[in-house]
């Protein structure tokens, strides 16, 4: 019998699988690990905050929820913390604010699971998981081992990692070790972050600017509780200066920041809303009106008619800016599409 998932993920549209099966240890996973009949057609999801489910899964998906936070390491500067891949990331986003461990304050609010966070090397506000990240503890499906990755051996880079390219399915991820300071060390030079501090007539604190990042967050996307949503469905681009200047004559109201790494971001939100697609509406899918990065699904929509919505987003901006967007959230494979 077929194991309905539609709760099982945030975007919340109809997915079944074969077998669904969950591991809260490594003890669990090695039993889960034994039942598995093919490990290369399986799905292993935390809250299924950025992936685009199958409408049917022939294998198994399996639901990591290894808990726990440890201090590994303690001084009056830093403190080392490892944290089963299981816990909620907001959740300990406000354990380490309630501890007064700085350097996830710019993270707050992100959706989704410890252990899916350095697969998408998540971000906001200038910060990503990589300037925190220690190492990550990781099975070794291919070796049947267990390994300590350090960060350099993650491949971070831009919404990326190791985890989510050509080893996707060789690691999964148990637990990370994060060093976060113990006193103040604020970033907050986003723009819309520094805005709002202004607007507020607020010192950058990390209090402040943990209070900023979830207003922000909560006025501009929807609570996935309530809407099924992804968060934001698209990276936003890194272009050359050269090819922003030449955008620039053409498109003037382009919004964007200089890139750490180099080279100009621009936002995506922005290309869509330009494009046109704020607020669309199409056979139970949306665009947000605040923010049409946001795609939602409110009640009847389809896998299908999803991918044929991304398509036609992403063929618009391409005509229109010669940008092609990259879908952030992971789209499996669906048999009934082929």
Not at 28 to 35: A, I, P
Not at 73 to 81: C, F, L, M, T
């Amino acid at each position: 019998m077929a194991v309905c998932l539609r709760h099982r993920h945030t975007l919340r549209l109809p997915a079944q699988c074969k077998s669904f099966q969950v591991f809260s240890s490594l003890t669990s996973l090695l039993n889960v690990l034994d039942n598995v009949s093919d490990f290369d057609t399986c799905i292993l999801i935390g809250s299924g905050s950025n992936v685009v489910l199958p409408s049917y899964h022939p294998g198994e998906v399996i639901h990591n929820a290894i808990h726990g936070i440890t201090v590994e390491k303690d001084s009056q500067e830093q403190v080392e913390v490892r944290v089963g891949a299981g816990v909620v990331w907001h959740d300990l986003v406000c354990y380490c604010m309630q501890k007064r461990w700085y350097g996830l304050e710019n993270l707050a609010l992100i959706p989704g699971t410890v252990g899916a966070a350095p697969v998408q090397n998540i971000g906001a506000y200038g910060v990503e998981i990589a300037d925190v990240l220690l190492s990550c503890e990781v099975m070794d499906i291919q070796s049947n081992t267990i390994k300590t990755m350090r960060k350099e051996d993650c491949g971070f880079g831009y919404r990326s990692s190791i985890f989510k390219g050509f080893f996707a399915l060789r690691y999964i991820i148990l637990s990370v070790r994060l060093r976060l300071q113990k006193q103040p060390v604020c970033n907050f030079k986003y723009p819309r972050l520094s805005q709002w501090l202004v607007k507020k007539g607020l010192q950058p604190t990390p209090e402040h600017i943990f209070q900023a990042v979830m207003s922000i967050r909560r006025a501009r996307l929807p609570d996935w509780h309530r809407v099924g949503t992804v968060g934001s469905f698209f990276v936003n681009p890194v272009v050359s200066i050269e090819q922003f200047q030449s955008l620039s004559r053409w498109h003037a109201e382009l919004h964007y920041v200089e890139n750490s790494g180099g080279g100009i971001k621009l936002f995506a939100g922005r290309l869509l809303t330009l494009a046109g697609w704020r607020d669309f509406q199409d056979a139970g899918l949306s665009t947000s009106a605040k923010n049409p990065l946001v795609i939602e699904h409110k009640h009847s929509g389809s896998r299908k008619r999803l991918i044929a919505l991304i398509s036609a987003m992403r063929a618009s901006v391409q005509a229109l800016f010669s940008i092609r967007l990259v879908v952030e959230p992971v789209i499996f494979p669906d048999i009934y599409e082929h």
